[in-house]
């Protein structure tokens, strides 16, 4: 039997704790105030799980005075954009928010957190997942077959 399971609403604020994780492990300095306005919209997506939006984690096995502790989290969401070359179907998966709990680390929860999460994606018709990689995460993103991807990418923050 897996470690891993789905997200589900109760979960919630263990996974934006997590999120915190990976946010201030390239942004030390970064604001956790954000946490409650995000809460119900995740709530929300969690709730539903027949959407475009998928959480997978692990629960901490080393905390038994907090038995809602989450040890790792992966969450992707499924997107609709025209087809292409390699996905005439037009659906791409996006991996974001790959956490692990610091004493949780070094374990392979992350990974298999990754491997339910490409296997939602699979089922779904994606015809390829994207993520930005930090370079301490690389290393696990190309032994599951991620490739650097040379298209420039621009945001404009609104």
């Known amino acids: 039997m897996s470690l891993v399971r789905r997200a589900v609403t109760a979960d919630a604020e263990e996974v934006l704790r997590l999120r915190q994780v990976m946010i201030r492990s390239v942004s030390p300095d970064a604001p956790a105030d954000w946490q409650a306005g995000s809460l119900p919209g995740l709530r929300s997506r969690l709730a539903d799980p027949d959407g475009d939006f998928a959480a997978f984690v692990v629960d901490h096995p080393e905390r038994p005075d ?87 990418s621009m945001r404009l923050y609104l």
Do not use: N, Q
Not at 68 to 96: H, K, M, N, Q, W
């Open 66 to 152: 907090r038995p809602d502790a989450l040890a790792a989290l992966v969450v992707g969401t499924l997107e609709y954009r025209i087809g292409g070359p390699g996905r005439p179907g037009g659906l791409l998966g996006y991996v974001f928010s790959v956490a692990t709990d610091p004493d949780a680390r070094r374990r392979g929860y992350a990974r298999a957190c990754m491997d339910e999460l490409l296997e939602w994606f699979r089922e779904r018709g994606a015809g390829h997942v994207m993520l930005t990689a930090s370079p301490d995460a690389e290393p696990l993103y190309a032994s599951l077959g991620f490739t650097r991807d040379a298209t420039p």
